[in-house]
């Protein structure tokens, strides 16, 4: 069986989650406590992160960009990159967009201070950039709503990574209910959509120990 080694609230192995659920490419999952640095997963990833996928027939790939190119030329059935050149553009520009500067501007500083360093044993929650993290989430919450209000999906007319992309990072803040969505309603009624297809259900089943998700985390007409 494939399998994926995870972290229940990291953005980057959900949004892999999602694209083989999309792909219907059964997995089974399996937590690793990265901080613990077992030598059997070091050798498989010497970056020690996650996530990580095995492949039946033994193939290790590691990090999640790695991964989502690696589905896409393996099991193309289901593209999620677009279809012209320029849709393929625009959906690679907003995957980098939100796990490069989204994580680095908002999960980094929210997911990771609260959550991370916590379970990880790492310390507490530095102030500064919880406060920098909550500034930042207002203005790439209504960038998000501009797409959603501009566009079917956020890179364009199709379903693509980028949708995936976003969605993982706002459902692992969602969790710890850091998201307004009343301050974006198209953003919302986008995220209603995502959230209601059959490859986020596991996402929505996610338990963490020590933290509760918000009510609405796993409400399908939040
Ligand atoms: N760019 C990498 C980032 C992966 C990453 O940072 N994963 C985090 C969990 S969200 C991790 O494993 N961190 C290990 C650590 O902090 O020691 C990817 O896309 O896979």
Do not use: Q
Request: with cysteine.
């Amino acid at each position: 069986m494939r399998i994926l080694y995870h972290l229940p609230l990291s953005p980057f192995c959900r949004k892999v989650r999602l694209v083989l659920g999309e792909k219907r490419l059964p997995f089974e999952l399996m937590m690793e406590r990265v901080w613990e640095r077992r030598p059997e997963f070091l050798a498989a990833n010497p970056a020690a992160t996650v996530p990580l996928l095995v492949e039946e027939n033994g193939l290790a790939i590691p990090n999640s960009a790695v991964i989502c190119e690696y589905l896409e030329e393996a099991y193309p059935d289901t593209p999620l990159l677009g279809r012209t050149l320029a849709e393929r553009v625009e959906v690679r520009r907003l995957v980098t967009w939100f796990d490069e500067k989204f994580a680095a501007e908002v999960t980094e500083n929210l997911l990771h201070e609260k959550v991370m360093k916590r379970i990880s044993g790492r310390g507490n929650p530095d102030g500064n950039a919880l406060r920098a993290g909550y500034a930042n989430i207002r203005y790439h919450l209504s960038y998000i709503d501009w797409l959603a209000e501009t566009r079917k999906w956020l890179a364009g007319p199709t379903l693509s990574l980028a949708d995936f992309a976003a969605a993982a990072h706002l459902s692992c803040l969602d969790f710890i209910n850091d998201v307004d969505w009343s301050k974006a309603p198209a953003a919302k009624d986008w995220y209603a959509r995502i959230k209601s297809r059959p490859c986020f259900r596991s996402l929505l089943n996610d338990r963490v120990t020590g933290i509760v998700p918000p009510d609405h985390y796993a409400d399908l007409d939040f």
